[in-house]
Antibody, heavy 120, light 109 residues
Framework: EVQLVQSGAEVKKPGESLKISCKGSGYSFTSYWIGWVRQMPGKGLEWMGIIYPGDSDTRYSPSFQGQVTISADKSISTAYLQWSSLKASDTAMYYC?????????????WGQGTLVTVSS | EIVMTQSPATLSVSPGERATLSCRASQSVSSNLAWYQQKPGQAPRLLIYGASTRATGIPARFSGSGSGTEFTLTISSLQSEDFAVYYCQQYNNWPPTWTFGQGTKVEIK
């Protein structure tokens, strides 16, 4: 069974750093792109970026380039999303999702989400 | 940047009725269009990809159509579990980007 399991909810202060994780299982982790999607409170879905764990090839949405860093450790089948200096506006639910791949560019399996709250 | 516009923002439908949701792209995305369902407190769930292919385990009452800039998701006979928010999502080849529409909320009439 394909599963993406994300790390737990975080409460941080502005200016702090954070790294959240997404662990894949039940499939070949290195063979599928993993994307990150933000959902701010009461709002829609925003694609942030995507990584191919096989070679760490990473692409960012222009809206998030320079704001976050996406990485992966294929030895433990885990992708990461990190911030060096959080802002209150980073408060959101963050999802990781697996890209089907090939000619199909949709996200077929999703993590349960990690809620990040940034507040002083 | 390709912009995805969904309409209507909210759709009020009675159980058993048909629901038709629209998604328009600001430029052609060919058939690189997916639909997702999201219920409160849950992660999105893939319904349709390639504009018209149902994802694994998705009931036949869900169907997608369209290509280019105009797409439709049809739910033929709404069940109680179908009341949710629906998002369309496009993929652009270069630069590679994925863009979601703002969502359509399907509520009980």
């Amino acid at each position: 069974e394909v599963q993406l399991v994300q790390s737990g909810a975080e409460v941080k202060k502005p200016g702090e750093s954070l790294k959240i994780s997404c662990k894949g299982s039940g499939y070949s982790f290195t063979s599928y792109w993993i994307g990150w999607v933000r959902q701010m409170p009461g709002k829609g879905l925003e694609w942030m970026g995507i990584i191919y764990p096989g070679d760490s090839d990473t692409r960012y949405s222009p809206s998030f380039q320079g704001q976050v860093t996406i990485s992966a450790d294929k030895s433990i089948s885990t992708a990461y999303l990190q911030w060096s200096s959080l802002k209150a506006s980073d408060t959101a639910m963050y999802y990781c999702a697996r890209l089907i791949g090939g000619a199909t560019n949709a996200f077929d399996y999703w993590g349960q989400g990690t809620l990040v709250t940034v507040s002083s | 940047e390709i912009v995805m516009t969904q309409s209507p923002a909210t759709l009020s439908v009675s159980p058993g009725e048909r629901a038709t949701l629209s998604c328009r792209a600001s430029q052609s995305v060919s058939s690189n269009l997916a639909w997702y369902q999201q219920k409160p407190g849950q992660a999105p769930r893939l319904l349709i990809y390639g504009a018209s292919t149902r994802a694994t385990g998705i009931p036949a009452r869900f169907s997608g159509s369209g290509s280019g800039t105009e797409f439709t998701l049809t739910i033929s006979s709404l069940q109680s579990e179908d009341f949710a928010v629906y998002y369309c999502q496009q993929y652009n080849n270069w630069p590679p980007t994925w863009t979601f529409g703002q969502g359509t909320k399907v509520e009980i009439k």
